[in-house]
């Protein structure tokens, strides 16, 4: 039994991708500050097979953001951060995260219209 304060799997679900989706950001954004830093490991975090299994399950909102550290090699300083793998993992979580805005304000927009009829401008 799905008990989200959004009343549907699809918006829950979209919602739920955000919230990895901005964890991953956050995530790839600490990484990349702390590049120079000595014996920093680079973050990784993982949520699409959890949010995957919630849906499954009828329940979105059960999805766990799991982060865990990189096992990445590190470098001689003992750093394992790689920018280029960070900046793509930045970007294309960016990318996504505005796809679940994109759907959600058109899921918005779908219930405007049911709740207010169609708009009478063009």
Known sequence: MMSSVFGD?????????????????????????NLNTPDFKAQ????????????TAGDPSQMQVTTAPSSAPADQTGNNVDLATEMVTSQKAGMQF?????????????????????????
């Open 9 to 33: 799997i699809a918006t829950s679900a979209i919602y739920q991708a955000m919230q990895g989706l901005w964890a991953e950001q956050q995530a790839a954004a600490n990484n990349i500050a």
């Open 44 to 55: 990784d975090v993982s949520f699409e097979s959890s949010l995957s299994q919630a849906i």
């Open 98 to 122: 505005q796809t679940m805005v994109d759907a959600m304000n058109a899921k918005f927009q779908l219930l405007s219209t049911a709740i207010n009829g169609p708009s009478s401008a063009g």
